[in-house]
């Protein structure tokens, strides 16, 4: 027998109490505020026209079976509590203010289309490789916070942490998405981020990209670089970093947006020497056009012009890898050139 505990406010009679959960029939209205949902082995299903507005929503599964929570639109809730061994299985649209709790060994899946939101104060608690949050493709998890540069900062935990800093990103949208790569014919692992900073230039960020042993798609976590794309996901380069047990260290970001990780052979450049000697600019000094070739083909995807005070200069690349700086002060620069293979830095000189 399934068993359900309710402390709750009912406005409408259309709710059902079966043997395998609580469902909300149409037109009905579950008024959740300062309320306690507890469902045993059962699924908790809201299809009416109205929303929950908070509370709190407790799902033990004792059985090892999974159980649902369907949510016909966006819901919100204070607290969503996972207990004991089995999988939750999430179809809709989650808002938490509070937290999501795992305790023993739940899972919480998200199905097709799903995503969950954490509000400005709500974190994720508990979650560990044997209690974790898996995604299908195209599933999200998403946030907004404050960032402030030297101030550390883990997003309610959402699987990025920020540390150090000399520009404070101010209001940063973050999501956790679910999905592959293919790099070059490599695969990625299942998890990837995209970070949206209000500021997003000069950073000097270190940080903390968070993977479960799940998301790796059958990848050695050790042998994981990380790698970038501005593009959503067209074009990528490799920024390295270094892996550790639960994740994956990326130091000196000046920069955020699209962000995954694949085996750090996937844009390997050994065979053909070193990056930086590869890719070469010309003339330098210079006092009109500045040429950017490099012997590995056509792998230049972006560039990106720094005075040394950090400040960035409007700077655009030319289909044939040149851009114009006559309209630069004369002094020294630093010239980030973004190719498919990695990162480049140059110094360049303005002179006339």
Known sequence: MRLIYLLITLASCQISLGQKGLYIAPEAYLNTEN??????DG?????????LNGGFLQMKGLDTQPHRLILKDENTLDYLQLYDTSVVELDGQLVLNKEILFLDTSKFEMTSDSHVTLGPTAEIVGEFDDNTIIGADGTYIKTTRNHTAGVGNDFGLIGVHVTNGTTSMESTEIYRRYGIFDINGNPTVKRYYEINPTVNEALDINARFYLSDVDLNGLERTSLAAFRSTDNGTTFTNEGGTPSTYFHLVEHIDSFSLWTFADAS???IESIGDLNNSITIAPNPANYTVNITSNLGNV???IELFTL?????????NTDNTFDVRSLADGIYILKIISQHGLVTKKLIVKR
């Open 309 to 317: 005070s950090g400040q960035k200069m409007d700077t655009n690349l």
């Open 300 to 302: 230049i995807n972006a």
């Open 43 to 51: 699924d908790f299903v809201n299809a009416s026209n109205s929303t």
């Open 266 to 268: 996937t844009l390997a």
């Open 35 to 40: 309320s306690v949902i507890t469902i045993v």
